[in-house]
């Protein structure tokens, strides 16, 4: 799906959340990502960000996701995704008057996203008591390491910190090994998501009490939230889980078996070599009819008709023997041989993809999860496309990410500002306009 240079800056209108306004405070990924999923489906969103400070030009201004990772003119091209679909106010949260303003758009507001430190708000006159009562329909969603309260809610909090807290950094990882990150800030993105749910059932409730409030989100308390069985079992057993690699503990068949074809490519590949990803096959046999159809597939038809491995229980008992028998015949083949016999035997498998194989695939294409925009330049930018999919009132890329500043005159002036006050407050320092 591409969206033309039209498209990319206008986009389609509408969207589930029309008529929704979302003032945003904070930067980098929590906040940000969740007031993007919210602008992907029509809501309008308003991003705060500090001007340039002239003290450290250097420095630039704007939320420091703007020069993170590769860049573009200048700019991430992970920005044109962060923030796609939003406004920017360019404003200086230190200067009083820079407050007043954010007041005066959370007297209209329905959804205000921070992801400060506990405390920044308040510091400033805006915190919950304040906002509240300005506009009491007002759902305010703080994102934080460790939450508004406890002995913790002081502390720095990142999203790798809140991975090895909520127990998942002890658990990535080859037995005996170090822990690794998953790769990505999935400690952000998954408290982003949890922070969009109780936007969401605020906004449900105040339907019937006509009031907002407070959603109080953790980034180790949204890890947490999808850490499974882990702590029942701990409870029960007094079981620790241990990391286990590529398998999954207590279920089996799931694991990954290395193929013929395993070759090992430069380091610095950019072409999308997958070859070291691409030489191992993931295969999910745990489901005791599809356990039987893999074992046939492989011809282990012994095992397939054996009733000890007739259920996970009496499989997972002799994980190390069914492991070995799907790992011998998967390095006797190629992944592509691997894959074809799987799907014949309609097996749930599949290569591990680079994004060079995501590029080319043609799922994605057909479900819409590719689209191009056309930057400010003309050129092409691939950025993923918008989910979950609405049968109705689908999200929509209406707009660019914006540039510095890009909408604080008009900002300003829809809350009643004139000409010379604006100009006064950007001689000062207090607003930049792009």
């Known amino acids: 799906m591409s969206v033309s240079a039209r498209a990319s800056k206008e986009g389609p209108s509408g969207g589930p959340l029309a008529g929704l306004r979302v003032l945003e405070l904070g930067q980098l990924i929590a906040g940000p990502f969740a007031a993007k999923t919210l602008a992907d489906f029509g809501a309008d969103v308003i991003k705060v960000e500090a001007p340039a400070d002239p003290r450290r030009p250097q420095a630039g201004g704007g939320d420091p996701l703007r020069r993170w990772r590769l860049l573009k003119d200048g700019t991430s091209v992970w920005w044109q995704v962060q923030s796609r679909n939003k406004r920017s106010l360019a404003l200086d949260l230190r200067e009083p008057e820079a407050r007043d303003i954010v007041r005066h758009l959370a007297r209209d507001a329905d959804v205000l996203i921070e992801n400060f430190r506990p405390g920044a708000m308040e510091g400033w006159g805006l915190g919950p008591g304040e906002l509240l009562a300005i506009n009491p329909r007002l759902i305010m969603l703080r994102i934080s390491g460790y939450g508004q309260t406890g002995p913790y809610r002081d502390k720095p909090g990142f999203g790798v910190v809140a991975e090895a807290m909520s127990g998942l950094r002890h658990l990535t990882a080859e037995p ?3 822990p690794v990150r998953v790769g990505v800030s999935i400690g952000d993105t998954l408290a982003a998501l949890h922070g969009v749910i109780g936007i969401l059932l605020a906004l449900h409730e105040r339907h019937t009490s ?8 953790a980034l180790y308390e949204a890890v947490f939230n999808c850490m ?11 079981a620790i889980r241990q990391p286990a690699g590529s398998a999954l503990p207590g279920i089996a068949p799931s694991n990954a078996y290395r193929c013929k074809d395993a070759t090992v490519p430069p380091a610095d590949a950019r072409d999308g070599v997958s070859a070291s990803a691409g030489a191992y096959v993931l295969i999910a046999g745990n489901g005791d009819s599809i356990f039987k159809r893999l074992m046939t597939a492989i011809g282990r038809e012994d ?5 000890a491995l007739a259920d996970n229980t009496g499989r997972v008992a002799r994980v190390g023997e069914i492991d070995a028998a799907i790992g011998d015949w998967a390095a006797r083949h190629t992944v592509d041989e691997v894959l074809a016999a799987l799907d014949g035997a309609d097996v749930p498998a599949g290569r591990i993809y680079t994004v060079a194989d995501i590029a080319r695939d043609p799922h994605y294409r057909a479900r819409g999860m590719i689209e191009s925009l056309a930057l400010d330049d003309g050129t092409l930018l691939d950025v993923p496309g918008i989910t979950p999919k609405l049968s109705r009132t689908p999200g929509g890329h209406r707009r660019n990410a914006p540039a510095l500043g890009q909408d604080t005159r008009a900002v300003l002036e829809d809350i009643g500002l004139s000409a010379e006050q604006i100009q006064a407050l950007q001689a000062r320092g207090i607003v930049a306009c792009g």
Do not use: C, H, K
Request: aromatic share 8%; proline share 7%; glycine share 14%.
């Open 176 to 178: 005996g090994r170090v």
């Open 210 to 217: 006509g009031q907002g409030q407070v959603i109080d989100v």
């Open 228 to 238: 499974e069985s882990l702590l029942p079992e701990y409870s029960a057993f007094g």
């Open 303 to 307: 095992l397939a008709a054996d009733p």
